[in-house]
């Protein structure tokens, strides 16, 4: 997406200009998303969960859409892989963990007994394929390394994630309503219907550009600078493609929105996996890669440290559960960029 811009990115100064206005775009389209997401949930008396499971989660999880369409069509399956597990990986240790450092992440009920569990199951089915599929090759390597190599998810595989979204999507309208009575204080901005949706819209199309211009502009710094694909894959990539939900939620939750905060980094993760993976294997089939058992791990690990923290007496991601997050997630990142 937006291939026009490479070149001006061979030029050290719009280089950095470039990095600059993708921050602009960035932060101001999550807050005009968190607007808008909010004034549409009001007017239309659906929870700020229900809305960030969906429609926000959606919008910023497009980066991940769009990097997987392109990389399954050209058969670049490691990269498809790899940017969807390190991207939940980061939502949760490093996107909630900053969320609920900024302020305390509540949770509610419908979140706590389904949401949560549904994106474990994500990652537990991650690992099951990743088990299943090439048993035999599996090949222990240098830092106790797991090898994997063959299919990873086929076609078939691709239509059951595909319907597993499909189920989620329904529960989560079918809950809509159900909701209402568990939300928090009213903190929605007064808009019409048309200002609201305009809102989403304005703050989507801000997310994906600034998204597309940090990614390009970083990708660019840090192959001028010698860094491998791998170490790129891991983390500029993932990281890159999780801005829009990092900026969506730190924001939801400076503005004490953490509904919709907790809502998009889980409905984000449910997203990633069955429905960007489900199509991307339907596209091509997925190949294993090394280090695949470790990242479906961790986004098993993520998920159920949030189910847990949740499950506490409170019910929320308190300050300290988010310097754990992100204390972990350092731990990870270092021994994978060792080991790569």
Not at 31 to 55: E, Q
Not at 234 to 243: D, E, K, P, Q, Y
């Amino acid at each position: 997406m937006f291939d026009f811009i490479n070149p001006l990115l061979e030029n050290p100064i719009l280089l950095g200009v470039g990095l600059i206005i993708g921050f602009i775009f960035l932060i101001k389209g999550a807050d005009w998303l968190v607007d808008g997401a909010s004034g549409l949930a009001k007017r239309w008396g659906v929870s700020n969960l229900v809305i960030g499971l969906t429609i926000v989660a959606f919008g910023t999880s497009m980066p991940e859409l769009v990097v997987n369409m392109v990389a399954a069509f050209d058969h670049h399956t490691e990269i498809a892989i790899t940017n969807i597990l390190g991207s939940n990986t980061i939502n949760v240790f490093v996107i909630l963990g900053c969320s609920a450092i900024i302020f305390p992440v509540a949770s509610q009920a419908s979140c706590r007994h389904f949401d949560i569990p549904w994106s474990l199951l994500a990652g537990l089915l991650v690992l099951f394929f990743a088990s299943y599929t090439q048993p035999s090759q599996w090949i222990w390597g240098e830092w106790g390394h797991l090898h994997t190599q063959g299919d990873f998810i086929t076609g078939i595989g691709g239509l059951f994630f595909l319907c597993c979204f499909v189920v989620f999507l329904w529960h989560s309208t079918r809950n809509a309503k159900n909701n209402q009575a568990e939300e928090e204080t009213d903190t929605a901005v007064q808009m019409s219907i048309g200002k609201a949706i305009l809102f989403i819209l304005i703050g989507l199309a801000g997310l994906i550009i600034g998204g597309e211009l940090i990614v390009k502009s970083a990708v660019k710094i840090a192959v001028d600078l010698g860094v491998s694909d791998a170490v790129i894959g891991l983390t500029i990539v993932a990281l890159g493609t999780s801005l829009p939900e990092l900026a969506t939620s730190c924001i939801a939750a400076y503005k004490h929105n953490s509904d919709l905060a907790l809502g998009n980094v889980i409905g984000s993760n449910i997203f990633n996996v069955f429905m960007i993976l489900g199509i991307s294997a339907v596209i091509t089939p997925l190949k294993a890669y090394d280090g695949l058992w470790l990242d479906a791990l961790m986004v098993i690990l993520g998920s159920a440290l949030v189910w847990i923290f949740v499950s506490e007496k409170e019910h929320l991601i308190k300050r300290r559960h988010g310097i754990y997050l992100l204390l972990i997630y350092a731990v990870y990142l270092t021994y994978r960029l060792v080991a790569l």
